[in-house]
């Protein structure tokens, strides 16, 4: 692997300071109840309704959320209950600067665009660790498991090592309690889905030493495509040892099973965006084989969080995680329409026969050392690491003939054409990083320094194909933030950041690709105000990516590293506990995507496809605190996304849409009841095109009925 575990390992524990000590440090007043025993502090623990305090995302210290010098956003497990959000890009709906859900509702796979960026497989982090994906070798995380979901916007390989450009979403597990939890819910939806769930938790001794989770979901049923059902459950431990206020270790687990139909996707511009001449595909079209459709998933995780307090300057830690994933999937898939064009009586769309199967094993390592001290009138938080990544993926990818289908009459049970592997590649990753940043505090002045070097080796074998590379490239990354924090609340702030994010690949004479690069300039307000519990983060910023792969005008099926897309915009995020029982989300996204070097100069100044430029969105709740109806509550919110292109061509139009969502729920005692309907109006339009052959409708409405009981 590169590096030797032995070699890494700091044989260390710690445990964060406490909350008194941070906010004497910091100058910022939180509450109390925000800091829950036994979840690593409130950074990592329960969001106080809507309002997030702290955060380790941006930082990887416990830090408030107003001192990092980029846009963080953090949706808690409130909000994601008063939503009943069922997967991890549902839940990015509502948050400034990302673009969620762009193809569609995926049984299998989360979505989500970064400030114009795909992050949906270098983006993806569990616990502060990488859970790097590529090919179809990636994980999936049911929300249910988490604690909290957070979004840092814009680059941050100076913390985190290769990690796409647009930002990153690190997802944040539920983690022991000393106090007693038991859990358990039910639940259906319109499309005869059904679920069951338990949570439960505690203290294993009186000395509250031993504290445990264990958090389990099974789900089953059918999905809005005709045909389409799934099988799916999840289980995850976790235990924690605390010898005393200075140590603790806790081991998060988790095991995942899915055995599910595809659903809808890959459908034709002509047909869906615009009518072709039968009309419009219906939203719950089956494309594939009901006799031989298949995706089968295993998943495993485990690993730890390991801290000591040497003393009362510094701080170790060591996190560690190894996760495996196994999943095989099989079925054709359209690509048009048979001849090129909607021709009757049938209509025929042309089918693509496809299957694969994907292992990988991957491992992460961080260790650190943070040092608060003072050097005269300036106080540090000095933060040294060492990081390592190990990546392996074992895929084998064939295709083939696949038989035509209608769209208006679609007839099943058709013998598919063979399917020919046209790649056997085994691929390993090693990524060894050190960073260092330094958070310096000077009266309201915060300073963040961070800097970065990364060597990354890549080695790819195929048996069949053309994927026979090897690579090895050092990178440098940094950030550099300054902030000033008023009395009255308000945090502005300026940030200047370098990145990279590895590439895999080669171009046609086997040149393995160098990593994508990018530079970015961020400024922002962050405003807490001192007379309500709200969080308002404005920011504006300039992203270049560079290096990015576009097509080789010499040689088909080929590409080079000649593209460079530019990203300037503005995102506005507001979240408020407006009351004891109101609560308030709010954002809006204005983006200026334009592609400035590629190999065709015609696409030069263009926008790209898929990503809209305006996105907005807003949720408003309540529940009443007295009186005959305590204990009722309301939630209703409305998400727009503008028009986006479905070519970079931009001849494609692909138009913007409204959907508004509802809650109603009724909580007394320890029981609860609770009905959230999504795109309440049933508007049927399209999320995005990522060409002229790969259209998808956004999910239709959806009721979904959830019973809860606590002891």
């Not at 509450?31 to 997030?52: F, H, I, K, R």
């Not at 022991?176 to 319109?190: A, D, H, W």
């Not at 996304?641 to 970079?648: E, L």
Request: glycine share 12%; with cysteine.
């Amino acid at each position: 692997m590169g590096v030797s575990l032995a070699s890494l390992a700091m044989m260390v524990a710690s445990t964060e300071p406490s909350e008194a000590q941070t906010q004497s440090a910091s100058g910022e007043i939180t509450l109390e109840t925000v800091t829950v025993e036994g979840q690593g502090g409130s950074a990592t623990g329960p969001v106080n309704g809507y309002v997030p305090n702290r955060t380790t995302t941006g930082s990887k210290t416990d830090t408030p959320i107003e001192n990092i010098p980029q846009s963080v956003s953090v949706i808690g497990r409130e909000e994601l209950e008063d939503r009943q959000v069922q997967k991890v890009d549902e839940a990015l709906r509502y948050t400034a600067g990302v673009f969620a859900q762009p193809y569609g509702l995926d049984s299998d796979t989360d979505w989500f665009f970064i400030r114009g960026f795909d992050a949906g497989q270098t983006g993806v982090f569990l616990n502060n660790l990488p859970l790097y994906q590529y090919g179809f070798g990636g994980f999936y995380i049911d929300p249910f498991v988490l604690e909290r979901i957070e979004v840092l916007k814009g680059p941050s390989a100076a913390l985190y090592g290769g990690s796409s450009i647009g930002g990153i979403v690190n997802l944040i597990s539920k983690r022991p309690t000393t106090e007693p939890l038991r859990y358990v819910e039910t639940g259906v939806n319109s499309w005869g889905n059904s679920y069951a769930a338990f949570d439960f938790g505690g203290a294993l001794d009186k000395d509250k030493v031993w504290s445990y989770r264990l958090t389990g979901k099974m789900s089953g049923g059918g999905w809005e495509t005709d045909k389409a059902d799934d099988f799916r459950g999840v289980i995850a431990p976790a235990l924690t040892f605390r010898p005393d206020a200075g140590t603790e270790l806790t081991v998060l687990a988790s095991y995942q099973h899915m055995d599910l139909m595809h659903t809808g996707g890959f459908l034709p511009y002509v047909g869906t965006v615009v009518p072709a001449p039968f009309g419009r595909i219906s939203r719950r079209f089956y494309y594939s084989e009901p006799d031989i459709d298949l995706y089968r998933r295993e998943q495993a995780m485990i690993g730890y969080e390991f801290e000591h307090a040497v003393n009362d300057v510094w701080t170790l830690r060591q996190n560690f995680r190894y996760a495996h994933t196994d999943s095989k999937e099989r079925g054709p898939y359209p690509f048009g329409y048979l001849g090129g064009a909607p021709l009757g009586p049938d209509f025929l769309l042309f089918r693509v026969g496809f299957n694969h199967h994907t292992v990988v094993n991957t491992l992460s390592l961080d260790n650190q050392a943070e040092a608060k001290f003072g050097t005269g009138p300036l106080a540090h938080t000095l933060l040294l690491g060492l990081d390592y990544k190990y990546y392996n993926i074992d895929q084998i990818q064939a295709s083939g003939g696949g038989t035509p289908i209608s769209p208006v009459n679609p007839i099943y049970g058709v013998p598919q054409g063979p399917t020919i592997p046209y790649l056997d590649q085994d691929l390993t990753m090693n990524q060894v990083g050190f960073y260092a940043q330094d958070q310096i505090r000077y009266g309201g002045w915060i300073a963040t320094l961070n800097g970065r070097y990364d060597h990354v080796s890549t080695k790819s074998t195929d048996k069949v194909g053309a994927a026979n590379f090897s690579d090895e490239a050092g990178e440098f990354s940094g950030r550099l933030g300054l902030g000033y924090e008023f009395t009255n609340g308000m945090t502005p702030y300026v940030a200047v950041s370098r990145t990279f994010n590895p590439v895999i690949g080669s171009d046609f004479f086997g040149q393995s690709f160098a990593p994508e690069t990018g530079q970015q300039v961020e400024v922002g307000l962050k405003y807490k105000p001192m007379f309500a519990d709200a969080l308002i983060t404005a920011s504006l910023f300039d992203l270049t990516r560079q290096n990015v792969n576009t097509t080789d005008p010499e040689h088909s099926f080929f590409e080079v590293q000649l593209g460079e897309v530019r990203s300037r915009g503005f995102e506005l995020e507001a979240q408020a506990n407006i009351t004891a029982g109101l609560k308030a989300i709010a954002a809006f996204t204005a983006y200026d995507i334009e592609i400035t070097e590629d190999t065709n100069p015609l696409l030069i100044g263009n926008r790209p496809n898929v990503v809209p430029e305006i996105l907005a969105s807003g949720w408003l709740d309540y529940t009443v605190q007295d009186g005959s109806f305590k204990g009722l509550g309301f939630g209703a919110g409305v998400r727009y996304v503008g028009f986006s292109y479905a070519d970079n061509e931009n001849t494609l139009k692909v138009p913007a849409a409204t959907v508004f969502d509802a809650g109603i729920r009724y909580t007394r005692d320890n029981f609860a009841v609770a009905l959230n309907v999504n795109n309440l109006f049933d508007n049927e339009y399209v999320s995005s095109c990522d060409t002229q052959y790969t259209c998808n409708y956004g999910a239709g409405r959806v009721a979904t009925l959830k019973a809860s009981y606590k002891w």
